[in-house]
């Protein structure tokens, strides 16, 4: 009997799905498109149970779905799941296990990673899973686990460009930024609209570059994205939005503040608003800075009734969140000295990775404090943590001319050394 026979289906990966309509199969597929290429379609998992509503594989990936957009109707779908997993294939039972845990309320984020490696040790080619498990490393804060993870599944996805970009992250978060580029260009050599690739690339770029390649990079990869007719996603402008506030900080934003103002033009449609608070505390310094004070402060009062609104333990793990959207309104506006007072002195952006960033995107808030302690006249207290930071990472020129600034406001010799120091390290960048 063939499988048409039999009531089965192959999805994208080529795994068999218990259902005999096509056009559930063919909403399961664009999902997963939806999905890698961060669509703004991913509700086409919804038609899936229309379709065919005994479908295991179609029903647990739509409460998936509308569990993340915190929709009350994801428990429909997950019963309709649960109530036809024996008659599910092996694929769609490793799929509503881990899927299912992983939206419990009480859930491990240990142990739904443990049932992610485990489909993808037995189902290795479904990159949909891969993205769930990079998601969960992410707010884990183990890029080294992630790592492992892709490059278990890495031989059977060689021709597939979203296993590069995916490869490239945990590689940044590592500090192996060689590595992590030539993932990110073999993922574009595929397919140059991977948007994960090319948020990877930007990150690169927000390391020390020549001014030049750095703007290159915004204007042909990043903000071109805002003219496709699904760019609103969060990573467009998280690239985007990163990227100058980076030249912001580093006294190179006055060149391209014309950019700031077109970018700044979108981000007053709400839309965008509360998709990822990494992406909420960028959009208030750009608005803040372009001027745009009532948009912002509609948004800052959203994220606190947002915050207030939470479980005791969930409101103490984002005010931290809050506090540093705050801060960046006012920097954004010009007020260094409430910027700084709502930092503390003990800032480290490490901290935040609750708000849902890399290492690499919360370091440019080190720099923003960094900043603002000069700016506020602490130079003592700007010299004790970039010197430490220059123990962990001394290649930055930036952090020399930083540190090379508080010397002379504290009138030491060593001014000159460490701008030298500068000096060296960006020949050696443009020469390289």
């Given at each position: ?166 490869l490239a992250f945990p590689l940044l978060e590592l500090g192996r930024m060689d590595e992590a580029e030539r993932a990110s260009r073999k993922a574009l050599e595929i397919n140059q609209q991977d948007l994960w690739a090319q948020h990877c690339v ?231």
């Amino acid at each position: 009997m063939g499988e048409e026979d039999k009531g089965l289906k192959l999805d994208k990966w080529g795994y068999q799905v218990k259902t005999s309509s096509d056009k559930c199969i063919y909403a399961i597929n664009e999902f997963y498109d939806q999905v890698l290429k961060y669509g703004r379609r991913r509700s086409i998992i919804l038609e899936a149970p229309g379709h065919d509503e005994h479908c295991v594989l179609g029903n647990i990936l739509a409460a998936h779905y509308l569990s993340s957009t915190g929709s009350s109707k994801a428990s429909c779908f997950l019963q309709a799941a649960k109530s036809h997993y024996d008659e599910a294939t092996a694929y769609e039972k490793a799929v509503f296990d881990a899927v299912s845990y992983l939206i419990s309320e009480d859930r491990d984020d240990e142990l739904a990673l443990e049932l992610h490696t485990k489909l993808l040790r037995d189902f290795p080619r479904d990159l949909v899973t891969l993205k769930r498990a990079h998601l969960l490393c992410f707010y884990m804060g183990h890029p080294s686990l992630f790592l492992d993870v892709v490059e278990q599944v890495l031989p059977k996805n060689e021709q597939e460009a979203y296993i590069y970009g995916m490869l490239a992250f945990p590689l940044l978060e590592l500090g192996r930024m060689d590595e992590a580029e030539r993932a990110s260009r073999k993922a574009l050599e595929i397919n140059q609209q991977d948007l994960w690739a090319q948020h990877c690339v930007s990150l690169i770029f927000e390391s020390y570059s020549p001014l030049e390649k750095v703007l290159d990079v915004y204007d042909h990869h990043i903000i071109a994205e805002l003219h496709r007719p699904d760019a609103a996603h969060p990573e467009v402008y998280l690239n985007a939005i990163g990227l100058l506030l980076r030249l912001h900080v580093r006294g190179d934003i006055s060149l391209y503040e014309d950019r700031l103002e077109t970018l700044a033009s979108h981000l007053t449609d709400q839309a965008i608003w509360y998709m990822e608070w990494h992406l909420d505390v960028l959009i208030l310094w750009a608005l803040a800075r372009t001027g745009k004070l009532s948009p912002a402060q509609e948004l800052i009062e959203g994220l606190r009734t947002r915050v207030s609104n939470m479980n005791k333990k969930k409101q103490q793990k984002m005010q931290r969140g809050l506090s540093l959207a705050e801060a960046l309104y006012e920097y954004g506006r010009g007020d260094d000295e409430r910027a700084v007072e709502l930092l503390g002195l003990d800032f480290n952006a490490n901290d935040y990775k609750a708000i849902g960033a890399s290492d690499e995107q919360l370091d440019v808030f080190n720099e923003v404090w960094y900043t603002l302690l000069l700016n506020t006249r602490q130079a003592s207290k700007a010299i004790e943590v970039i010197e430490r930071k220059l123990k962990e990472r001394d290649g930055l020129p930036f952090l020399w001319r930083l540190l090379a600034k508080g010397y002379l406001m504290m009138g030491r010799e060593e001014a000159a050394s460490a701008t030298e120091k500068a000096n060296a390290l960006e020949r050696a960048y443009f020469d390289g």
